[in-house]
């Protein structure tokens, strides 16, 4: 552990990646207090309006503040990420714990369920499912979560089958403990560390999603300001008001980059041999 | 099943309707007669207003998004091999750090965010390239060189957008690999007969680590045809990823189900081909047949 903090606070542009998550997450929890304007009250004298002194970042076409929206705007950005990613986990640990623990025909059945789901594209099955459900913000999270979580079952069987003939887990099936508590207690905290670091990974994945279905007017609908929301409502006015369409971008931009940069750091200082098997595509979401 | 049924008030009609569509059947039976017809590429019909049959929609219109999807896979290839080489062979310099750079930067960027900007940069205010479709409504009556070159400059900014990602995430994989094969023996022993740099990295360092590239380049076929749906959408190209959106908007069910039905079928021939391109690469791996080994 102590190898691991020594590490990872050599690697300045994770600390800096950390850094920007941490405050960012602040921003987000501390909203309310620290945006300027009502993100929801529209001012008709002061429509479009470029940035200034009192609307830093702009107004958009009702006259509501640029910047209050987006600080809003990352609460449900956060908010998405977080919930759809636990999602994510939590099925892809107890499916991936229960395959590499098991092994034989339950392996068979999750690892055929995870080649099933990783042949559909991503971004075609999350449209396919949304067209059948009502959109809401929990709908986007619950279902960014319900394709996401193929990655870290494959991650979770791969730690199982290694550290399940381990002495350790060996002595415990031999005093009678049940696989329920082999597995919960005694493989699971050994395979934690990859799956921190997906999570760390799958976090800005999930955040580019969803700004990608609210751009597209499939994701979380208004009155909720959301990042990709602001977009898709900026590109009808680019032409008058650039400013809602390139700072809404350059904040999903940081955000995904400090993530990847915090999730990179805290691979390569957990172990770099975990290069290989975590991460592969970064965090991208589709 | 349809969440999204509109609420109408000719109650006869919608029961017309429904059997029409085999809507009345139980769920299981629908699915099952669904199963049925698309072993024979029978879609039904659209629900749309126009009623065609699905499979003419999709055959309209995967040409374009199959045709796209490979030429940015083409261009990916071309572009992050040596990119990736040569930061590899110059580890940590100028050249490997600006790329280490663009790579995080790419990794970041949304795509429909970076499609706006450069619709806005190079379509508006510059009036460089045209920003939607792909072909001027006047093409037909354009002699044969300007209708070639007004559908590439048509493709010029989808295909940027599309290969950004890509680009970056694949040539870190092949300075990864890169790097691991240029630390192996073998390498150190063709140097040591004497064979050019050239040849030690371009033939026996680089067929070795080609080898995992081409499987990454198999696992991101669904990624870059996800890709289509942002890409197809923003440029206004009727492919399969525009049709997707359409289908959704509409709730135009028998299209959604058929759009899912051939990516998945795509990405299935992709992983095929990279799977039968790793003997090609590497002479030691051969596709078996059962019973001789």
Known sequence: MIAFWRALSKNRLALIGGAIVLVLALMAVAAPLVSPHDPHKPDVKRILESPSTRHWLGTDQIGRDVLSRMLYGARVSLAVGFVSVGIATAIGIALGAGAGYHGGPVDGAVMRLVDLMLVFPRFFLLLAVLAFLKPSIWTIMVVIGLTGWMGVARLVRAEFLALKEREFVIWSQSIGASAFRIIWRHILPNAMGPVLVAMTLGIPAAILTESGLSFLGLGVRPPYATWGNILNEGKEVIELAWWLSVYPGLAILVTVLSYNLLGEGIRDALDPRLRQSVGRFGGRGR | ?293
């Open chain 2, 1 to 293: 099943m349809i969440i999204g049924d509109p609420n109408p008030v000719d109650w006869v009609s919608v029961e017309q309707l429904r059997k029409l569509y085999g809507l009345d059947d139980p769920l299981h039976v629908q699915y099952w007669n669904w199963l049925k017809r698309i072993v024979f590429l029978d879609f039904g019909r659209s629900f749309a207003p126009h009623g065609r049959p699905v499979i003419h929609m999709i055959r309209e219109r995967l040409p374009i998004t199959l045709t796209l999807n490979v030429i940015e896979m083409l261009i990916i290839v071309a572009m992050a091999v040596p990119v990736g080489v040569t930061s590899a062979t110059r580890q940590y310099s100028a050249f490997d750090k600006a790329t280490t750079v663009f790579v995080f930067v790419g990794f970041a960027t949304p795509d429909f965010w970076l499609a706006v900007m450069l619709q806005i940069l190079f379509g508006v205010h510059m009036g460089w390239l045209p920003i939607s479709g792909l072909r001027l409504p006047v093409w037909e009556y354009l002699p044969f060189w300007q209708q070639q070159w007004d559908f590439a400059s048509h493709l010029i900014l989808p295909i940027t957008v599309a290969t950004f990602g890509g680009l970056a995430g694949f040539s870190r994989y092949m300075r990864q690999s890169m790097l691991e094969v240029i630390r192996q023996d073998y390498v150190q022993s063709a140097r040591a007969k004497g064979l050019p740099e050239s040849v030690v990295i371009g033939k026996h360092a680089l067929r070795n680590a080609m080898l995992p590239i081409v499987t990454v380049l198999g696992l991101s076929v669904p990624g870059l045809i996800g890709g289509s749906v942002i890409v197809e959408t923003i440029f206004a190209i009727p492919g399969m990823g525009q049709l997707m959106v359409q289908s959704v908007y509409e709730r135009d069910y028998p299209v959604i189900m058929a759009n899912l039905v051939i990516v998945a079928s795509l990405t299935l021939v992709a992983n095929l081909i990279a799977d039968l391109s790793y003997s090609l690469i590497d002479p030691r791996i051969r596709v078996s047949r059962r019973g001789r080994r």
